[in-house]
């Protein structure tokens, strides 16, 4: 799901919220919860896939919304 992705990255004035592609940050918030909160939801608006990075910027976790082209088996 390389096309559509929102993530949740650490910045300098808290917890910036994007799309992939975006210029702009669709939001900053003070949490990191409140940023996932917000991510979740235009994440599944958008049938994209949430990546969430940690402060460090490592990838803490990710979760698909939309159509995954590799779902889990069973």
Do not use: C, H
């Not at 300098?12 to 949490?31: C, D």
Request: proline letters at 4%; charged letters at 25%.
């Amino acid at each position: 799901m390389a096309g559509k992705q929102v993530w949740v990255s650490p910045s300098n004035e808290g917890w910036k919220v994007q799309s992939a592609k975006a210029e702009r940050a669709a939001a900053i918030v003070a949490t990191k919860v409140e940023a996932v909160e917000l991510a979740r939801e235009i994440a599944i608006n958008k049938k994209a896939e949430l990546i969430v990075q940690n402060l460090d910027g490592e990838i803490a976790w990710r979760n698909s919304y939309g159509n995954d082209s590799f779902p889990p088996r069973g």
